[in-house]
C-alpha cells in the first residue's frame, strides 16, 4: 500500500502497516503469523487458540489454525 510500511514485531510474527503521513497503524494476520501463533501455543501447552472475529474470506487463517495445530511432527 502506498505510504505505508511493513514491519513484523517479535517472535510471533506480529505484523503490522504503519503510515506516517497518514498516522494510522492496523496489525494483522496472515498463514505465516498464525504458524507462529500455533506453534508457541503448542510448545507451552496451552489449552487453545482464540481470535475475537471470523468473517467471510477465503478461510486462510482458520485453515492455517486447523493444519499447524494438529500438523505431525
Not at 11 to 17: R, V
Not at 35 to 49: S, W
Amino acid at each position: 500500500m502506498k505510504n505505508y510500511n511493513l514491519y513484523r514485531v517479535g517472535y510471533l510474527w506480529l505484523a503490522f502497516l504503519a503510515s506516517k503521513k497518514n498516522s494510522l497503524c492496523t496489525t494483522y494476520h496472515n498463514a505465516k503469523s498464525i504458524k507462529y501463533k500455533v506453534e508457541f501455543v503448542k510448545k507451552n501447552e496451552l489449552a487453545g487458540i482464540i481470535f475475537w472475529k471470523f468473517n467471510g474470506g477465503s478461510g486462510t487463517l482458520l485453515n492455517a489454525i486447523f493444519n499447524n495445530l494438529y500438523a505431525e511432527k
